[in-house]
């Protein structure tokens, strides 16, 4: 196995390292350069494998400031601006074209053309 592998396995054996990858207080490259350096048996890993009734506390304590005000302001942040453009823009094409579909069937029931005769002259 290579050291990624290795690194690989040691992550699955230890999930609460993705609980510091997504609060974004560590990175992936980090804990591999920590595991590169260290190994996996060293205490510099004490600080990032809590114990269970640490982890639940800080589960409980993300759950509350998930649903704050700063994270909804922070989501609004990642949302790429381009994208819901693009996604209104279809819309609104969408509801153009139907709203279109309902005005040609009513006019085309209230039309008053009448056709010509075929070999009628307009001096006739």
Same mark, same amino acid.
């Given at each position: 196995?290579?050291?990624?592998?290795?690194?690989?396995s040691f992550v699955r054996?230890?999930?609460?390292?993705?609980?510091?990858?997504?609060?974004?207080?560590?990175?992936?490259?980090?804990?591999? *350069?920590?595991?590169?350096?260290? $190994?996996?048996?060293e205490n510099i890993w004490? !600080?990032?494998? %809590?114990?269970?009734?640490?982890? &639940?506390?800080?589960? *409980?304590?993300?759950?509350?400031? $998930?649903?704050?005000?700063?994270?909804?302001? !922070?989501?609004? %942040?990642?949302?790429?601006?381009? &994208?819901?453009?693009?996604?209104?823009?279809?819309i609104q094409k969408a509801?153009?074209?139907?709203?279109?579909?309902?005005? %040609?069937?009513?006019?085309?029931?209230?039309?008053?053309?009448?056709?010509?005769?075929?070999?009628?002259?307009?001096?006739?």
């Amino acid at each position: 196995m290579t050291n990624v592998d290795n690194f690989k396995s040691f992550v699955r054996k230890n999930p609460r390292l993705l609980t510091h990858v997504r609060n974004g207080t560590m990175s992936w490259q980090k804990f591999y *350069e920590m595991y590169d350096l260290y $190994g996996e048996d060293e205490n510099i890993w004490n !600080e990032y494998l %809590k114990s269970s009734t640490e982890e &639940k506390s800080s589960k *409980e304590e993300t759950r509350s400031a $998930g649903k704050t005000l700063s994270s909804i302001i !922070e989501m609004a %942040k990642n949302i790429d601006t381009d &994208k819901l453009q693009d996604g209104i823009t279809s819309i609104q094409k969408a509801i153009g074209l139907f709203g279109d579909m309902l005005t %040609k069937d009513s006019q085309s029931e209230t039309s008053t053309y009448t056709p010509r005769q075929i070999y009628r002259r307009f001096d006739d």
